[in-house]
């Protein structure tokens, strides 16, 4: 009795050091709800011989009971949390966006997983997929899954795209009344040529009569 009373005890030792390892480390957890997963080829954190690599990995996107989400990615199709490379919370500062490859982005179809706002803390993801269809499909899902958050935070998030907004409009009016002043200073040009000219031929005009 007291070997089975050892080994259970162990084993619940293990499994509860494999939760903890996991919840540590952003594997599967209990409670976790699957969003989407599947393959893409992400680019590496550092580089190796001045250039970032890109390596293939298999996604995964969960939500915890609480709501959060969470994209892991592993180095092969599972969510054993010794075989995941890196995980990220997607909170309500995340964003999508495309990646063209005249962005200097070598691989086809990527897009950017990362802050609204670049502050040089929180990373952002580059992700190549094999089709646009794919591309799309992840982006939707994240945008989807981070505007699950709580509403405060939703409103959080609505500010700063309301004051990334507001930069843009701000930045466009400054160019529109550019352009206006230079069509103004380019009219008063015209009309003081214009007047310039006829004086001189009024002028020469009473010479020649006079």
């Known amino acids: ?3 089975k009373k050892a080994g259970a005890s162990s084993g619940g030792a293990a499994a509860s050091a494999s939760s903890s390892v996991a919840s540590a480390r952003g594997g599967a957890q209990p409670g976790d709800q699957l969003i989407h997963e599947g393959w ?3 680019e590496s954190g550092t580089k190796f011989c001045g250039r970032y690599q890109w390596q293939k990995r298999w996604f995964r996107l969960v939500a915890d009971i609480h709501g959060v989400s969470r994209l892991s990615y592993f180095k092969a199709c599972t969510d054993n949390p010794a075989q995941m490379a890196g995980s990220v ?3 309500q500062t995340y964003s999508t966006r495309p990646i063209e490859k005249q962005h200097g982005k070598s691989q086809p179809f990527c897009f950017a997983v990362g802050p609204l706002v670049e502050d040089g803390i929180k990373r952002t ?3 190549s997929c094999e089709s646009e269809q794919i591309r799309q499909e992840w982006m939707e899902v994240i945008d989807a ?3 699950g958050v709580p509403e405060e935070a939703r409103e959080r998030r609505a500010t700063v795209v309301q004051r990334l907004s507001e930069r ?3 930045q466009a009016y400054r160019v529109h009344a550019f352009e206006y002043a230079r069509y103004v200073l380019k009219t008063e040009d015209i009309v003081y040529a214009t007047a310039s ?3 001189k031929n009024y002028g020469s005009g009473s010479a020649r009569y006079g």
């Open 1 to 3: 009795m007291s070997q």
């Open 168 to 170: 843009v409009s701000h």
């Open 197 to 199: 000219s006829n004086c």
């Open 145 to 147: 899954a981070v505007e």
């Open 40 to 42: 893409a080829v992400k």
């Open 125 to 127: 993801y580059y992700i």
């Open 89 to 91: 919370q997607l909170d």
